[in-house]
C-alpha cells in the first residue's frame, strides 16, 4: 500500500520504496536450526516485530557531479545521450569511466595496507545478488524461487569467469537486514530490522553453496553506532561482510526515507570500519569487505578522511540505474573522481533496461578504469 503521492512517484530522483505487507509472510516462516548458536538479543524493543517493508524499486540518477538534485537523464561532459560505436567498442579513451589516464590522474590504483592472509581482494572479483527474501521487488535474492535464485547467480558468476578468467569469482548473497521505512514503527526509527530466523535462512543458503553473505544496513533515524553491534552475532563469521547505505541514512536531516537521499560522513564510515577491525581481532577473523553504496556527490561526505584499515576492505559501490552511458557518468564523477579503496558496480536486471537500454554485460563492465571488483545485481 502506497502513501506516496502520484506526483511524488513520478519524480526522478530517489528509490521508490513500495509499502507491503508481510505479517503473513513472516507468520509463514517455519523456524530453523540457528546457524549460530547463540544470535545476541535484539537491541531494541521492536526490532523483531513485523512492520511494512520497502520493495524498493531502484536508484535513479543525478548522472554529473553538477546535478546531483538536477533531472535524470542529465548527461555528463562528452556523452551524447546515446553511446557512439566507439564507446560501445572501449575504444575511446574519453568515454566517462573507461579513461585509464583519467583513473590514474584521480589517484588509483589507491595505495592501501598491506594485505592480511584470507584478504578477498583485489584477488577475487565478488559478485552478489541483492535483496530480502520476504520481497520479490527488492532485488534478484528474493524476486525468483530459492533454487531458481541459486542457479542464475551461479550462471551470473560463470559469465564473468568467461569474460575475465584472470580473476576468479566469488559469488556472495547480499541480504538487505535493516528495510528503511516510511512509517517510524515503535521505535520511532524509521527502519525494520530482519528477525534472525530471516537472517539465518538467507545464511544457511549461502553456506550451502559456499558462497559470502553480506548484511546490508539501512539506517532510517538511528545511528550507526547504536544498529551494527545488533550484528555481532553474524558477524563474528568469516565468510559473512557488511553493507551500509548512505541513500537511506537520515539521522542528521530527519526526512522521511524515500523522501530526500541520505548520506554517510567519513567520520561515520570510520566507525564502521574501527567496529570491524575490533571484530576481526576479537573473534581471530580474515579481513571483512566493507561496501558503501553510492550514486551522489553528497551520498558520502569527507572521503579523503576515510581511515584504510588492514583489517577491512572498503568497496565504494556506484548503486544507480540508468543507461549505460549514464551509468559509466557516475561511476566516472562518484567512484573514479574521488578514490577510496575499491571499485564496485551495480546492474539492475529491470530498471537499467526500463527506458529500452541494454543491460550492460561484463564485458562492458570490464572496459571501465578501475574495474570493478565488486558486482552487485538487483
Not at 552475532?233 to 541513500?247: F, M, S, T
Not at 543491460?359 to 538487483?378: C, E, F, G, H, S
Request: proline share 9%; net charge positive; with cysteine.
Amino acid at each position: 500500500m502506497n502513501n506516496f503521492s502520484s506526483n511524488f512517484l513520478s519524480a526522478p530522483l530517489f528509490r521508490f520504496p513500495l509499502l507491503l505487507i508481510i505479517l503473513v509472510a513472516l507468520a509463514g516462516c517455519k523456524e530453523e536450526k540457528s546457524v549460530n548458536p547463540a544470535p545476541a538479543p535484539a537491541a531494541a524493543a521492536d526490532v523483531n516485530k513485523p512492520e511494512p517493508v520497502f520493495a524498493q524499486a531502484s536508484s535513479s540518477f543525478a548522472t554529473h557531479s553538477s546535478a546531483t538534485t538536477g533531472p535524470r537523464g542529465k548527461k555528463s561532459a562528452g556523452e551524447t545521450g546515446k553511446d557512439a560505436p566507439a564507446a560501445a567498442a572501449g575504444k575511446n579513451p574519453g568515454v566517462a569511466g573507461e579513461d585509464p589516464e583519467f583513473a590514474k590522474k584521480m589517484g588509483w590504483p589507491v595505495k592501501s595496507p598491506a594485505l592480511l592472509p584470507g584478504s578477498i581482494l583485489p584477488n577475487k572479483r565478488i559478485l552478489t545478488y541483492y535483496g530480502n527474501p520476504l520481497s520479490k521487488r527488492m532485488g534478484a535474492l528474493g524476486e525468483y524461487e530459492t533454487k531458481d535464485m541459486l542457479r542464475r547467480l551461479k550462471a551470473e558468476a560463470k559469465r564473468w569467469s568467461d569474460a575475465d578468467p584472470s580473476m576468479p569469482v566469488q559469488p556472495a548473497l547480499h541480504l538487505i537486514a535493516v528495510v528503511a521505512q516510511s512509517d517510524p514503527g515503535k521505535a520511532g526509527k524509521y527502519r525494520m530490522v530482519m528477525p534472525d530466523e530471516i537472517v539465518n535462512k538467507v545464511y544457511g543458503w549461502a553456506k550451502g553453496e559456499k558462497y559470502l553473505l553480506f548484511i546490508d544496513i539501512q539506517t532510517g533515524h538511528e545511528d550507526i553506532r547504536t544498529l551494527l553491534p545488533r550484528f555481532e552475532w553474524i558477524l563474528k563469521n568469516p565468510d559473512v561482510h557488511l553493507g551500509i547505505d548512505p541513500e537511506f541514512n537520515l539521522v542528521a536531516s530527519k526526512k522521511i526515507p524515500g523522501t530526500k537521499v541520505g548520506t554517510f560522513d567519513a567520520s561515520e564510515i570510520n566507525f564502521v570500519t574501527d567496529y570491524l577491525k575490533d571484530l576481526v581481532h576479537k573473534y581471530r577473523l580474515p579481513p571483512k569487505v566493507l561496501t558503501v553504496h553510492r550514486f551522489t556527490r553528497k551520498g558520502v561526505t569527507n572521503y579523503r578522511k576515510i581511515v584504510l584499515r588492514p583489517e577491512v576492505q572498503i568497496v565504494m559501490h556506484m548503486d544507480g540505474w540508468g543507461g549505460p552511458h549514464l551509468k559509466r557518468a557516475s561511476y566516472k564523477d562518484y567512484i573514479v573522481a574521488e578514490p577510496v579503496q575499491y571499485a564496485g558496480f551495480k546492474i539492475f536486471y529491470h530498471n537499467d533496461t526500463k527506458k529500452g537500454d541494454p543491460l550492460m554485460t561484463a564485458k562492458d563492465v570490464l572496459r571501465l578504469n578501475p574495474k570493478p571488483v565488486y558486482i552487485m545485481y538487483q
